[in-house]
């Protein structure tokens, strides 16, 4: 989405951003699902709150 959506894009308000980002989700995603999938990679980091703190 970064690619499509914000990468050396300017989007003139909140209200085109969120508009860019639902065409994607619901036109490009679509469209180009072959080339997002194969794009993908397995390199998953599992993340939890052990070991996490919040400092506030």
Known sequence: MHRHVTHNRFHAGFRRFT??????LGET????????????????????????RMVG
């Open 19 to 24: 508009e860019a980002v639902l065409g994607f």
């Open 29 to 52: 995603l679509q469209l180009e699902r072959e080339w997002i999938a194969e794009s993908v990679t397995d390199r998953f980091w599992i993340i939890t709150h052990d070991g996490y």
